[in-house]
């Protein structure tokens, strides 16, 4: 498989990494710290086309495509996580509605996710049904003129800032996975309350509940037919996944970029600590769980860009590429020391920021189950 880039994006990269370096990096650690969700930064990202990847022109997209995608990705979770995750809460809804909405749907909902006008979201989870997404309670009833909706969404990025969402209800709960269907709603409603909720880390990106209550959906709210939302789902969850992976490449990549940096300067025992072959088998293991993660990653996205299955694929790349932050995160904590540990220095906040790589978008164990079972030839990935 071929990863040499194309000018478009060759070009897509560096535009992210100057973007991330100038924009992003310099008040990252304060965003951080105050909590600040950057809604300035949603909007020059929309202007510099970060969202149109996975879009069409005729709905304001560019096309690049998903390695293009998956590049910028990086380079946003390289400099700071939670901008990262304003990437793919617009990305992964537009894209889902490419795949699933109707003519008029597509015109009226993808052009302002992609210019970044409305912020987006996407809201699968509920306090009883994490990796069991066919545990959720909400339903959506139908009411003659549409649905009313009711039921509680947790731990949903932008839950508290989000315009409009892409939100899952059973509408017939006695037909199991066949009886979910997809909604894309606007979200400045009567019958939508928001509870924010705190985390370890990626303290810019809000996350929260939800909470429906007799909310009123049109019949063109519904994407794709009855029926038809776990599929979609599932669907989604492919694409935000990989975007999601590709931000853990940055992660893993920005801990072995700081841990590199400090050992070629902090001397102790009259050396560079990076002469120390223990401080080296350290770097080395973090150069490697790097380079692999982006390997499996342009691996999944080039399959998604001819066109191929990649559910597999995405599931290693997703797994690896969480493992590799989480591993790359520690191993720059333990090489900078009490440095590691500061909140003055950047690689605490990797540390935190790394963790959120191995839950969401469908934890490690879920990831590792598609893989086992492909594997073992119970359930194919690729179908
Ligand atoms: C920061 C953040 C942002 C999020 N953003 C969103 C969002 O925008 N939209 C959204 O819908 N959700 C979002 N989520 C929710 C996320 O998708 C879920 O947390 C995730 O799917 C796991 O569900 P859970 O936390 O309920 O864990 P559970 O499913 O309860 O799992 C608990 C543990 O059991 C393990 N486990 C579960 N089932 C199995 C099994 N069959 N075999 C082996 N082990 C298993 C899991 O791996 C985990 O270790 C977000 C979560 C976080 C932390």
Redesign the pocket.
């Known amino acids: 498989m071929d990863f040499e880039l194309s000018e478009e994006q060759a070009a897509a990269r560096e535009l992210a990494r100057d973007f991330a370096e100038k924009e992003v990096l310099p008040t990252a650690a304060k965003d951080d710290k105050e909590h600040t969700f950057r809604r300035d930064l949603i909007t020059k990202m929309g202007d510099l086309g970060f969202y149109g990847c996975l879009i069409p022109e005729e709905y304001g997209g560019s096309h690049l495509g998903f390695l293009a995608h998956a590049l910028i990705s990086e380079e946003l979770g390289r400099v700071h996580s939670a901008i990262r995750?304003y990437l793919?809460?617009q990305v992964g809804p537009a894209h889902t509605l490419l795949e699933c909405a109707n003519e008029e749907q597509k015109k009226q909902h993808i052009p302002p996710l992609v210019r970044g006008d409305s912020i987006g979201?996407?809201?699968?989870?509920e306090?009883d049904?994490?990796?069991?997404?066919a545990a959720m309670k909400a339903t959506a009833v139908r009411d003659g003129k549409g649905y009313i909706l009711n039921g509680t969404?947790?731990?949903?990025?932008?839950?508290p800032v989000a315009d409009t969402g892409l939100v899952?209800a059973y509408t017939d709960r006695s037909q199991r996975h066949h009886g979910m269907s997809a909604f894309y709603v606007h979200l400045n409603q009567p019958g939508v309350s928001r509870r924010p909720l705190e985390?370890s880390?990626?303290h810019a990106?809000p996350?929260g509940e939800l909470i429906f209550e007799n909310f009123a959906i049109p019949e063109r709210g519904r994407i794709g037919m009855e029926g038809e939302g776990f599929r979609i789902g599932m669907q989604h969850l492919t694409h935000t996944r990989l975007s999601c992976a590709a931000g853990a490449v940055g992660v893993a990549r920005a801990a072995r970029e700081a841990a590199v940096s400090y050992a070629n300067q902090r001397e102790q025992f009259g050396q560079k600590i990076g002469q120390f072959q223990m401080i080296q088998d350290q770097i080395a293991q973090m150069v490697v769980h790097e380079e692999a993660a982006r390997m499996l990653v342009c691996r999944a996205a080039a399959l998604a860009d001819s066109g191929k299955p990649n559910n597999l694929e995405v599931s290693i790349a997703k797994y690896a590429a969480a493992e590799a932050a989480a591993f790359n995160a520690e191993a720059a904590m333990k090489i900078l020391g009490a440095y590691g540990y500061s909140t003055e220095f950047p690689v605490e906040r990797l540390w935190r920021d790394a963790k959120?790589y191995q839950?969401?978008?469908?934890?490690?164990?879920?990831q590792?189950?598609i893989i086992a079972q492909d594997a073992l030839g119970y359930r194919k990935a690729n179908r």
Not at 121 to 125: D, E
Not at 129 to 133: I, L, N
Not at 153 to 159: C, M
């Open positions: 995750v793919n809460m979201c996407f809201a699968i989870t306090p049904a994490g990796s069991d997404v969404k947790t731990w949903i990025s932008n839950a899952f985390k880390g990626t990106s996350t959120s839950i969401v978008e469908g934890s490690g164990n879920i590792k189950l």
